[in-house]
């Protein structure tokens, strides 16, 4: 299996408040990403917050038996729901820092077994047999709206509340933890990233990078550019795993 985890300030913000972490060993596979909540206190240490949370996970995970198809599941879910503690945590701790979040999106591959564990609006994509698919689903008001039939699918993109989170991680000591499952066929590529990289580049773009770069640092590397050269209003991070199955794209 071959990795690319690369993040990117863009051409505007100040500062980079998005995180990333990929990694693999043996039969597991992690790949995350999190982006400090823009407009509020220390979101760049949210989202570094939630990552460290990862890497520890990931630490203890190498000292674990294999894993059921459950326990993957359980063990994704109290990820996230250990980062939302440690970032209420430290925000109750400091006053400067309360009201900061982030979004954090995981998944854990084992095997061809895929759970990832999602809140807020960054995504996870599967890119197969000249097609791509959305695999998490957004937790912003504008996809509230989108379901209700308020607004169309084709006038999204540049609708005003298309930044309004609906859930996030570190607002509050209850989370709601979405959980998706599947298996993941050879030859996959899986594309996890922040809201800086889908606001510029869409979907069907993003596929076809995928799939005409072979190599996942090449791919992470001409999205985060493109992303740029359309403005790059936002920080952009980019999570890619190709050769899943022993097999490259």
Not at 37 to 61: C, K, P, Y
Not at 156 to 182: C, F, K, M, S, W
Request: glycine share 8%.
């Amino acid at each position: 299996m071959q990795l690319a985890c690369m993040s990117n300030r863009g051409l505007e913000r100040p500062r980079n408040e998005d995180s990333c972490f990929a990694n693999a060993k043996a039969d597991y596979a992690l790949l995350v990403v999190a982006d400090g909540m823009g407009g509020h206190q220390a979101g760049n240490i949210a989202s570094a917050l939630a990552v460290d949370t990862v890497r520890n996970f990931w630490e203890n995970l190498s000292r674990e038996p294999s894993l059921s198809s459950a326990e993957v599941r359980r063990s994704l879910e109290h990820l996230v729901l250990d980062a939302n503690k440690a970032v209420v945590l430290e925000a109750a701790q400091n006053p400067s820092k309360r009201g900061m979040g982030t979004t954090l999106t995981a998944g854990l591959l084992h095997g061809s077994h895929l759970a990832v564990g999602h809140v807020g609006d960054s995504r996870a994509y599967q890119i197969k047999n000249d097609s791509i698919e959305l695999i998490t689903k957004d937790h912003s008001l504008l996809e509230q709206l989108i379901d209700s039939g308020q607004v169309r699918p084709e006038d999204a993109h540049n609708h005003p509340q298309r930044h309004i989170l609906t859930r996030a991680v570190g607002i509050d000591n209850h989370l709601e933890v979405d959980i998706y499952e599947r298996e993941i066929e050879p030859g996959s590529v899986l594309l996890f990233c922040t809201d800086g990289l889908t606001n510029h580049v869409a979907d069907d773009e993003i596929k076809t990078a995928c799939l005409e770069h072979q190599d996942p640092q090449k791919m992470a590397k001409f999205l985060i550019g493109l992303a740029n050269d359309r403005g790059g209003h936002d920080n952009i991070t980019v999570v890619i795993a190709t050769g899943i199955g022993g097999q490259q794209v």
